[in-house]
């Protein structure tokens, strides 16, 4: 399985970025996905995940009204839609994937058995 992340960049506060992750080797339309984001000392941080087939889906509080997520079965990818972005939204951020038919919790890292490399994520105020 492969998860390979884009869409990463500089932007500046307020600024808008669209992460994208394509699946391979995995049955992505049986398969729950997340972004996560992680800044150097922290802990992980899930961001927002979506079911199987496109919902229910979940967002953590700091980033609700202002990030969304969807998902193109077809085109085995899921995208992350970040609006209104802050300094504080500055971390690698990283897809994950569920392996089909197994039990999750949509913003649970450890529920997650499948991981990208990441992508950086930089807000200057």
């Known amino acids: 399985v492969q998860l390979v992340e884009s869409g990463g960049g500089s932007v500046q506060a307020g600024g808008s970025l669209t992460l994208s992750c394509t699946a391979s080797?995995?049955?992505?339309?049986?398969?729950?996905m997340g972004w996560f984001r992680q800044i150097p000392g922290k802990e992980r941080e899930g961001v927002s995940s979506i079911d199987r087939d496109g919902g229910p889906i979940y967002f953590a509080e700091s980033v609700k009204g202002r990030f969304t997520i969807f998902r193109e079965n077809a085109k085995t990818t899921v995208f992350h839609q970040m609006n209104n972005l802050t300094p504080e939204d500055r971390a690698m951020y990283s897809c994950?994937?569920?392996?089909?038919?197994?039990?999750?919790?949509?913003?649970?890292?450890?529920?997650?058995?499948?991981w990208g490399q990441g992508t950086q994520v930089t807000v200057s105020p």
């Open positions: 994950a994937a569920v392996a089909s038919g197994r039990w999750w919790q949509p913003l649970f890292a450890r529920t997650y058995d499948y």
């Open positions: 080797g995995l049955d992505f339309g049986a398969s729950a």
